[in-house]
């Protein structure tokens, strides 16, 4: 009892234990939306966000990689969610954004824009309050989904967006066909 | 003994010239060749006696000792007592090879080795003592004679790096160590105002030293009177000293002094000496084994690791200091300068308009603005041009590398150097020498053939080789060019119809014949030698060529000799492009590869099988390919005779692509594709256009290769 109280004494960074217990497994998310449904990715993999852009197509690219982009002089590819989704009408609109991420590549970190129709809010979601996803949901966003998660009476899907980068990117990508 | 930091630059620069005067020394010889030229003999003589010099005063004992005797043999020549014969030539080349390699492991603070000091200057003893014609009796031609003559001296020495225990003659000036010195002073050397360490100071400017106090009589502290001295010491001194040089140091103490002094030689050293330097010790070991008796190299490595507390991994010194830097021209540095004063001008007058700004001053500012503009480019420009290195330090290496060779083959060679001071990217210029020297032994042993079949075809008995480098548009052009036998078209079709590369029926035109020889594996040569034959290579020396984004061509007639020629891009940031549509798209292709674009007619086109479209360029038929297809864009048209053909090469073939229309031509500079996103075929990487959008860059060969690829599964037969 008075070890822990002199180790909190000697460590006065140690936030008062009210607040601490609140934040435990909590983290920011940026939501979304795709085709009317709210989507959430960790905040920490968002660099920013940009306008619409000039995209330049790159053969032998599945649809839902709209090509590649400039990014202050990178080559950034960039991926339709919409499309990646199979929603319908992806129309590119004074809302449309990039969400630029950055997740782990082969060597180094990999950035990726991503089109979403607008973004929507930034939540604070404890890790316990995602529920595990309905195996109902199927296709092809089931393997990106996390989990979902209920706030203000509304169902917000927690995507794992490290996966729908790298999937995309890498993964079944059609060569010369 | 620490030596400080102040010292190992010393030491650097000591290098530095050292290996700068080598250079000379080795090109110098080369020309010495064509005439005994007087001056030259001198600037060979001074290029010596610095390095001696510099070796004695850094205490690398053997190798001032070895240069002392090429000192010798040079100022004989000099003074005109010594004609310059080719086998001296000879002997002072492979000397210059022994102080080099002497020089290269003292810089690595490795024990010198003395393998090839130990065989080489038995030979410079052997000619030393010749008393040999004067001057005027040297032949003229020397070089060619080199070449022609073998002379006695060649079988005798053998490469010198190799002959391990070959020869190991003691040279007249006696191959000792250093001394060993027992000093035990009067106990009164304080009292006369003499500081032992100052005399240990000066003993350590002659040679490495290790000191090794006796503090047998020095009593209790209590009992201890200060201003006795009740020391000795035991000096082992390292360096080929004259004694009474070493015995000058003590002059002033001698008097009271007790003073032994031993002549150390390499036996007689103990382990100890080895032990202390554990960083050499595996070097020194294997060169103890592999050096002949009268002076491994063992003991020299306290010298170097005792001065050297500071550097803990003296191995890895050799190979950081090599890569690491970049000899930029005074010039481009004065301008990077005169760049950098202008730019610091133009961001003085533009902080005043973040102090106070008025509306009439936007003029002014947008001046100032284009101003920095242009700064910045100028100073991306000279900041590009400090990687751009003359194609000379490539090429300075052949006159030796050729001397050598023609010598050992028999052949009579002259070389003709062009273009050195041409200049590429220090990349492009570091990957190209290899392929260089490649080409470069392949000339020699297999283009140009022996004098008397020289004759007997009616040339000249002198073959030449020339080396060419040039500029043509963005690219450079790197010659080796022979005028020897050629190539044997039919031994090399036959050879490979033999090992079953080429088709039997197939018919090849003569550059696919040529290009045969670039196949791993592939010799036509009836006998390996150590030089070339064995068929490694030619497949290394494109592949290197091609992953510079060039491509090598061979010109060749029967007879009278052939041509290797390359193309480089000048840098491999920046990519000399050609920016192409088609439908919408915006496209760049290097222009190295680009033939020519024609606009086709009805009459060249033709039809294969329903599915190869062909297009008759001059006297050859280049398969078409549709870039809108390969790639599914939408095109202008889909009419051949609408678009343009660029007629494209790699790898040896051509092809004509069909494009909607030729824009600008533009240097571009090449990002890659793979860093974000993955690489894709048919694509080299990306570039940003002046408005800020990416063009995607065209990998030509591999577009070609995607090319046939999928012709040969449509059509389903191997092409």
């Known amino acids: 009892m008075s070890n822990q109280q002199l180790a909190e004494k000697d460590s006065p960074r140690t936030p008062p234990t009210g607040i601490a217990s609140a934040d435990v497994g909590a983290q920011q998310y940026l939501s979304f939306f795709l085709g009317g449904q709210e989507y959430a990715i960790d905040i920490l993999r968002v660099q920013e966000i940009k306008g619409w852009d000039t995209v330049t197509r790159v053969p032998y690219s599945p649809d839902y990689i709209l090509g590649v982009i400039n990014l202050r002089g990178s080559i950034v590819p960039v991926i339709d969610l919409r499309v990646r989704f199979s929603l319908p009408n992806a129309a590119y609109d004074a809302a449309t954004v990039i969400i630029v991420v950055h997740v782990a590549g082969a060597r180094a970190e990999r950035i990726v824009g991503v089109v979403v129709d607008a973004v929507s809010d930034v939540y604070s979601i404890s890790g316990d309050s995602i529920q595990p996803a309905p195996d109902v949901v199927g296709s092809v966003t089931d393997m990106f989904v996390m989990g979902l998660a209920s706030l203000e009476s509304k169902l917000v899907i927690v995507l794992d967006i490290e996966r729908v980068v790298t999937t995309s990117v890498l993964g079944d990508s059609k060569a010369a066909a | ?719």
């Open chain 2, 1 to 719: 003994m620490s030596v400080d930091l102040e010292m190992e630059e010393i030491l650097k620069v000591f290098f530095e010239e050292s290996f700068e005067g080598l250079d000379t020394m080795e090109s110098s010889l080369l020309t010495l060749g064509d005439g005994s030229d007087r001056e030259m003999i001198n600037t060979i003589f001074r290029a010596a006696h610095s390095i001696k010099g510099g070796a004695g005063t850094f205490d690398f004992g053997e190798i001032s000792e070895f240069t002392h005797s090429v000192e010798t043999l040079l100022d004989e020549m000099r003074n005109g007592v010594r004609g310059v014969t080719p086998e001296a030539l000879h002997v002072l080349l492979q000397a210059v090879d022994v102080i080099r390699e002497m020089m290269q492991s003292a810089q690595a603070k490795q024990p010198i080795v003395m393998i090839g000091a130990n065989a080489l200057s038995g030979e410079l003893a052997r000619i030393l003592a010749q008393k040999a014609p004067p001057a005027g009796a040297a032949q003229p031609t020397a070089a060619a004679a080199a070449a022609h003559r073998p002379g006695p001296s060649a079988q005798n020495i053998g490469r010198p790096l190799i002959g391990a225990g070959a020869a190991p003659v003691r040279t007249p000036t006696g191959p000792f160590e250093g001394w060993l010195i027992e000093f035990v002073p009067d106990e009164s050397l304080f009292q006369t105002c003499n500081d032992p360490l100052r005399i240990f100071d000066e003993l350590a400017n002659l040679g490495a030293l290790d000191v090794t106090a006796n503090t047998d009589r020095v009593p209790q502290l209590s009992d201890l009177e200060p201003t006795q001295c009740l020391l000795s010491w035991t000096l082992r001194l390292h360096g080929a000293v004259e004694h009474a040089r070493v015995a000058e140091v003590f002059d002033w103490v001698d008097a009271n002094s007790s003073i032994t002094y031993e002549p150390l030689h390499a036996n007689s050293q103990p382990a100890s000496t080895t032990a202390a330097a554990p960083a050499a010790t595996s070097a020194a070991t294997t060169a103890a084994t592999t050096a002949a008796p009268p002076r491994p190299a063992a003991p020299r490595a306290a010298a170097p690791s005792d001065s050297s507390p500071a550097a803990p991994a003296p191995a890895a010194a050799k190979s950081g200091a090599e890569s690491g830097s970049l000899r930029v021209a005074t010039e481009k540095v004065d301008a990077l300068i005169n760049l950098v004063g202008e730019l610091v001008i133009t961001q003085s007058m533009l902080g005043r308009f973040g102090e106070r700004y008025e509306p009439q001053d936007i003029e002014l500012l947008r001046r100032s603005l284009a101003q920095l503009a242009r700064n910045t480019r100028e100073l991306q420009e000279s900041v590009m041009q400090i990687r751009m290195l003359p194609i000379g330090f490539s090429f300075n290496r052949f006159p030796r590398l050729v001397h050598d060779l023609s010598r050992k083959l028999g052949k009579k060679v002259e070389l003709k150097l062009s273009g050195e001071n041409t200049e590429l990217d220090k990349t492009v210029l570091e990957k190209i020498s290899d392929p260089l020297v490649h080409l470069v032994r392949n000339a020699l042993d297999h283009g140009l053939e022996m004098p008397e079949q020289r004759l007997a075809a009616g040339k000249g008995e002198i073959g030449t080789l020339e080396l060419n480098a040039y500029h043509e548009g963005g690219n450079i052009i790197i010659e080796v060019k022979d005028d020897g036998a050629g190539l044997n078209k039919d031994r090399i079709l036959s050879k490979a119809r033999e090992r079953g590369l080429v088709d039997p029926d197939v018919q090849l035109s003569d550059e696919s014949i040529y290009n045969l020889i670039f196949l791993a594996g592939f010799s036509t040569a009836e006998t390996v030698s150590d030089v070339s034959g064995r068929g490694v290579g030619m497949d290394v020396v494109r592949r290197n060529i091609n992953d510079l984004g060039g491509h090598v061509q061979i010109f060749s007639a029967r007879g009278q000799g052939s041509t290797m020629r390359i193309r480089l891009p000048l840098t491999l940031a920046i990519l000399e492009g050609q920016v192409l549509r088609v439908g919408k798209e915006i496209y760049v292709a290097s222009l190295v590869s680009i033939i020519e674009t024609v606009q086709s007619t009805r009459e060249t086109l033709s039809c294969v099988a329903g599915r190869t479209e062909l297009f008759k360029h001059r006297d050859d038929y280049l398969p078409i390919i549709r870039l809108h297809d390969l790639f599914g864009i939408e095109p202008d048209s889909r009419d051949i005779t609408d678009g343009l053909l660029v007629v494209l090469e790699a790898d040896g073939r051509r092809v004509a692509m069909l494009v909607d229309e030729l824009l600008a031509q533009q240097q571009v500079v090449i990002k890659s594709l793979e860093t974000n996103f993955k690489q894709v075929p048919g694509l080299a990487g990306a570039t940003i256009h002046g408005d800020g959008t990416v063009a995607l860059i065209l990998d030509v060969p591999g577009l070609v290769r995607t090319f046939l690829e999928r012709q040969s599964t449509q059509i389903g037969r191997a092409a």
